[in-house]
């Protein structure tokens, strides 16, 4: 095709014919594209075509490759890999199969992808998907090596946001607390706390210290126990969509998931080294839990509006219904009483929930858009 790209071997089971009928076609033009403000043209190159004969009822295997194999042993393999994959006959054997596309095997390290055909490995939905991906299949090994592959990334109790080739970006304040939700999620699977604190629990304090005492981006414990995160030019939550003139949704200050996550992590890290006969060592962290619930409350709820607070950012409170609080209702450990858990969930069932999920604000918002579509910027500030 162009210099530089590799042969392909398109080859079949039985003897075909190759009919070579090449065909350039220039600039074929994707609409879609074109409205998403993407590159919309490409050539298309059609070498021909293969003819083959074939009986009622025979199968005939088809192989694109950048190697070539003998021809004779095509069905075979065929065959032997059919065997490995989960037939996509209920919707269970579905989830099945989809759940094993996102796993990167990399010499001892094993990742979870984000997405297909642009993402990386990103920390945030490695840990938010991680329980899901393994657990609920059974393979807590499996989710263990993903925690040991993502240790040896973190950086002053940070994890990559993004991992790339050039180096990683650890601007993610809520992937660190995810990854200890995920290792509560891994405790609860193998009940097994002694082994669970061994392997983790000095990530989990240097998390936690990181976030007391300040790490990058400005993050830090305030007097009143809860974190504070963000400096200008920079989406920290994952909330991160950012245009030109910066992020969509700065988010600078106290918000109200991270300091839900937070809670979860301290009281999460008590109960672990407590179960693992190790309480002596955190004594340090005892009295902190009752002092985040207090200012979580103080601070995120309010009794006339019923619901809490999105971001705080000294007197600035913004009160946009979105679905971060549902975080506060959700976690294991949770500084909400059950009558408020109940308003909460009361206002994003009136407000945010679709058949599709939650929306990501009120469509009572001025702000809020309802549909996702136009330039690359104008989705972004959508979505």
């Not at 990742?111 to 807590?140: M, N, S």
């Not at 950012?242 to 979860?264: F, K, Q, S």
Request: hydrophobic share 40%; with cysteine; net charge negative.
């Amino acid at each position: 095709m162009y210099e530089g790209y590799p042969y392909l071997h398109i080859q079949c089971s039985k003897p075909a014919e190759f009919v070579p009928v090449p065909d350039w076609y220039f600039n074929v033009e994707y609409l879609r594209e074109q409205e998403r403000g993407y590159d919309f043209r490409e050539d298309l190159y059609v070498p021909g075509y293969f003819e083959v004969p074939i009986r009622k009822g025979e199968s005939i295997i088809l192989s694109a490759s950048t190697s070539e194999i003998n021809p004779a042993g095509l069905k075979q393999k065929f065959i032997r890999e059919s065997k490995k994959r989960i037939p996509r006959n209920n919707f269970k054997n579905c989830l099945l199969n989809s759940a094993q596309q996102f796993f990167i095997h990399r010499k001892d390290e094993l990742d979870i992808i984000a997405g297909y055909p642009w993402f990386g490995v990103w920390g945030r939905d490695t840990f938010i998907a991680l329980p899901g991906l393994t657990l609920a299949l059974g393979h807590p090994d499996a989710c263990r090596r993903v925690l040991d592959s993502q240790v040896k990334k973190m950086k002053g109790g940070l994890f990559p946001n993004i991992e790339g080739s050039s180096g990683h970006a650890f601007n993610s304040v809520d992937a660190p607390l995810w990854f200890i939700w995920a290792v509560q999620q891994y405790a609860a699977h193998v009940k097994s706390p002694a082994d669970v604190w061994s392997r983790y629990h000095k990530y989990i304090l240097e998390i936690l210290t990181a976030y007391r005492d300040g790490t990058e981006f400005n993050i830090r414990m305030e007097h009143n126990g809860l974190i504070r995160a963000g400096q200008e030019g920079k989406a920290l939550t994952w909330m991160d969509a950012v245009v030109h003139d910066g992020p969509v949704t700065p988010r600078i200050g106290m918000n109200v998931e991270i300091n839900a996550l937070w809670y979860n992590a301290i009281m999460f890290y008590l109960d672990l080294a407590e179960q693992a006969g190790h309480f002596d060592k955190v004594a340090e962290w005892a009295d902190l839990p009752g002092k985040i619930a207090e200012s979580f409350l103080a601070e995120f709820w309010d009794d006339d509006k019923e619901y809490l607070a999105d971001t705080i950012n000294g007197d600035d409170k913004d009160w946009s219904i979105r679905p971060n609080q549902v975080f506060a209702v959700s976690l294991p450990f949770s500084p909400l009483t059950n009558e408020i858990k109940k308003a909460v969930l009361d206002i994003l069932e009136n407000e945010l929930l679709t058949p599709r999920g939650l929306r990501t604000l009120s469509p009572r918002n001025p702000e809020y858009k309802g549909v996702y579509q136009g330039t690359q910027e104008e989705r972004d500030r959508a979505y």
